[in-house]
Protein backbone atom coordinates (compact mmCIF):
# COMPACT_ATOMS: atom_id res chain seq x y z
CA UNK A 1 0.00 0.00 0.00
CA UNK A 2 1.08 3.46 -1.08
CA UNK A 3 1.36 6.00 1.51
CA UNK A 4 -0.58 8.25 -1.18
CA UNK A 5 -3.99 6.38 -0.62
CA UNK A 6 -3.50 7.44 3.21
CA UNK A 7 -1.99 10.91 3.67
CA UNK A 8 -3.98 13.50 5.01
CA UNK A 9 -4.25 16.06 2.46
CA UNK A 10 -6.20 19.06 3.74
CA UNK A 11 -3.79 20.14 6.02
CA UNK A 12 -2.48 23.75 7.58
CA UNK A 13 1.09 25.26 7.41
CA UNK A 14 2.34 28.30 8.49
CA UNK A 15 5.46 30.02 7.02
CA UNK A 16 8.57 30.77 8.33
CA UNK A 17 7.94 34.67 9.43
CA UNK A 18 4.61 33.55 10.51
CA UNK A 19 4.26 34.51 14.75
CA UNK A 20 4.11 31.20 17.23
CA UNK A 21 0.69 32.92 18.10
CA UNK A 22 -0.51 32.47 14.81
CA UNK A 23 1.02 29.00 14.74
CA UNK A 24 -0.46 28.13 18.00
CA UNK A 25 -4.00 29.42 16.42
CA UNK A 26 -4.16 27.09 13.24
CA UNK A 27 -3.04 24.10 15.84
CA UNK A 28 -6.19 25.28 18.00
CA UNK A 29 -8.17 25.24 15.19
CA UNK A 30 -6.85 21.88 13.22
CA UNK A 31 -7.17 20.21 16.16
CA UNK A 32 -3.19 19.10 15.61
CA UNK A 33 -0.51 19.46 17.30
CA UNK A 34 2.02 20.15 14.57
CA UNK A 35 2.21 21.94 11.33
CA UNK A 36 4.56 21.82 8.32
CA UNK A 37 6.41 24.65 7.67
CA UNK A 38 6.62 25.84 3.88
CA UNK A 39 8.00 28.71 1.52
CA UNK A 40 5.99 31.00 -0.89
CA UNK A 41 5.87 28.29 -3.33
CA UNK A 42 4.50 25.47 -0.89
CA UNK A 43 7.84 23.76 -0.46
CA UNK A 44 8.80 22.29 2.94
CA UNK A 45 11.14 24.00 5.35
CA UNK A 46 10.52 22.70 8.67
CA UNK A 47 8.32 21.27 11.06
CA UNK A 48 6.84 23.08 14.16
CA UNK A 49 5.16 21.38 17.44
CA UNK A 50 3.25 22.51 20.23
CA UNK A 51 5.87 21.81 22.57
CA UNK A 52 8.13 23.91 20.26
CA UNK A 53 6.31 26.55 20.15
CA UNK A 54 6.07 26.37 23.98
CA UNK A 55 9.58 26.09 25.16
CA UNK A 56 10.35 28.37 22.39
CA UNK A 57 8.59 31.37 24.37
CA UNK A 58 9.57 29.90 27.70
CA UNK A 59 13.39 29.65 26.73
CA UNK A 60 13.45 33.25 25.16
CA UNK A 61 11.29 34.67 27.86
CA UNK A 62 8.85 36.31 25.19
CA UNK A 63 4.87 36.40 24.08
CA UNK A 64 3.87 34.37 21.13
CA UNK A 65 3.00 37.41 19.16
CA UNK A 66 6.52 38.69 19.47
CA UNK A 67 8.40 35.51 18.31
CA UNK A 68 8.62 34.15 14.62
CA UNK A 69 8.17 30.40 13.22
CA UNK A 70 11.43 29.96 12.17
CA UNK A 71 13.06 30.98 15.85
CA UNK A 72 11.36 27.53 16.79
CA UNK A 73 10.83 25.09 14.24
CA UNK A 74 12.71 22.05 13.12
CA UNK A 75 14.15 22.75 10.14
CA UNK A 76 15.72 18.88 9.39
CA UNK A 77 12.71 16.83 8.72
CA UNK A 78 12.21 13.57 8.01
CA UNK A 79 9.50 13.35 4.62
CA UNK A 80 8.56 10.43 2.21
CA UNK A 81 7.13 10.77 -1.02
CA UNK A 82 3.31 9.72 -1.78
CA UNK A 83 4.91 6.19 -4.06
CA UNK A 84 6.86 5.53 -0.42
CA UNK A 85 5.42 2.09 1.16
CA UNK A 86 3.57 1.31 4.10
CA UNK A 87 6.43 -0.25 5.69
CA UNK A 88 9.22 2.64 4.11
CA UNK A 89 7.21 5.25 5.91
CA UNK A 90 7.08 2.90 9.47
CA UNK A 91 10.55 1.92 9.10
CA UNK A 92 11.60 5.85 8.77
CA UNK A 93 9.41 6.90 11.65
CA UNK A 94 10.94 4.23 14.41
CA UNK A 95 14.22 4.90 13.16
CA UNK A 96 14.04 8.43 13.71
CA UNK A 97 11.47 8.94 16.48
CA UNK A 98 8.50 11.31 15.23
CA UNK A 99 4.98 10.38 15.14
CA UNK A 100 4.40 12.22 11.47
CA UNK A 101 5.88 12.47 7.72
CA UNK A 102 5.52 15.31 5.75
CA UNK A 103 4.83 13.53 2.69
CA UNK A 104 6.88 15.60 -0.29
CA UNK A 105 7.50 14.98 -4.21
CA UNK A 106 11.17 15.02 -5.80
CA UNK A 107 11.30 18.60 -5.32
CA UNK A 108 9.76 19.47 -1.91
CA UNK A 109 6.58 20.34 -2.42
CA UNK A 110 4.59 19.30 0.19
CA UNK A 111 1.98 17.32 -0.55
CA UNK A 112 0.19 15.66 2.59
CA UNK A 113 1.12 14.70 6.06
CA UNK A 114 1.17 10.66 7.10
CA UNK A 115 0.89 10.05 11.01
CA UNK A 116 1.09 7.08 13.37
CA UNK A 117 -2.81 7.51 13.13
CA UNK A 118 -3.46 7.27 9.56
CA UNK A 119 -0.94 3.95 9.72
CA UNK A 120 -3.11 2.34 12.75
CA UNK A 121 -6.16 2.60 10.79
CA UNK A 122 -4.55 0.71 7.91
CA UNK A 123 -3.24 -1.84 9.81
CA UNK A 124 -6.78 -2.51 11.45
CA UNK A 125 -8.05 -2.58 8.33
CA UNK A 126 -5.92 -5.04 6.36
CA UNK A 127 -5.23 -7.22 9.38
CA UNK A 128 -8.28 -8.84 9.40
CA UNK A 129 -7.04 -9.82 5.44
CA UNK A 130 -3.97 -11.94 5.60
CA UNK A 131 -1.30 -8.67 6.61
CA UNK A 132 -0.79 -9.59 10.20
CA UNK A 133 2.47 -8.45 10.52
CA UNK A 134 1.69 -4.81 9.45
CA UNK A 135 -0.12 -4.96 12.25
CA UNK A 136 2.94 -6.05 14.75
CA UNK A 137 5.18 -3.67 12.84
CA UNK A 138 3.00 -0.79 13.72
CA UNK A 139 2.93 -1.91 17.69
CA UNK A 140 6.33 -2.25 17.27
CA UNK A 141 7.31 1.21 15.72
CA UNK A 142 4.69 2.96 18.35
CA UNK A 143 6.52 1.13 20.97
CA UNK A 144 9.73 2.65 19.92
CA UNK A 145 8.78 6.24 18.99
CA UNK A 146 7.09 6.48 22.21
CA UNK A 147 9.61 5.38 24.39
CA UNK A 148 10.83 8.05 27.53
CA UNK A 149 14.28 9.03 27.78
CA UNK A 150 16.77 8.57 30.17
CA UNK A 151 16.23 11.74 32.90
CA UNK A 152 17.95 14.46 32.40
CA UNK A 153 20.94 15.03 34.81
CA UNK A 154 21.10 18.87 33.99
CA UNK A 155 21.40 21.93 36.94
CA UNK A 156 19.36 24.36 36.79
CA UNK A 157 20.07 27.17 35.22
CA UNK A 158 18.81 30.86 35.22
CA UNK A 159 16.11 32.05 32.97
CA UNK A 160 15.32 35.95 32.20
CA UNK A 161 11.32 36.16 32.52
CA UNK A 162 9.16 38.29 30.44
CA UNK A 163 7.95 41.25 31.46
CA UNK A 164 4.26 42.06 31.79
CA UNK A 165 3.43 45.10 29.01
CA UNK A 166 4.11 48.06 30.78
CA UNK A 167 6.34 46.38 33.21
CA UNK A 168 9.97 46.15 33.96
CA UNK A 169 12.00 43.20 35.40
CA UNK A 170 14.74 43.95 37.64
CA UNK A 171 17.50 42.21 35.66
CA UNK A 172 19.28 41.24 39.76
CA UNK A 173 16.09 38.70 40.21
CA UNK A 174 15.66 35.89 37.52
CA UNK A 175 13.97 33.12 38.17
CA UNK A 176 15.42 29.28 38.41
CA UNK A 177 14.05 26.92 35.87
CA UNK A 178 13.99 23.78 37.44
CA UNK A 179 14.84 20.52 36.00
CA UNK A 180 11.87 18.46 35.18
CA UNK A 181 10.72 15.54 36.72
CA UNK A 182 9.32 11.91 35.38
CA UNK A 183 5.64 11.48 36.64
CA UNK A 184 4.48 7.61 36.55
CA UNK A 185 0.64 6.74 36.69
Known amino acids: MKIESLMTRDIRTVRPD ?3 NEAARRMWEGDCGSLPVVDGEGHLVGMITD ?11 ARLGELSVSGSMASHVVTCQPSSTVTAAVELMTRHKVRRLPVVTDTGELKGVVGLTDLARAACHYTGRGVGTAGARLVEAIATINAHPAPREEPAREVTPA ?13 TERPARSVQA
Open 18 to 20: DSL
Open 51 to 61: RDICMGAYTRG
Open 163 to 175: APRGERLDATSPR
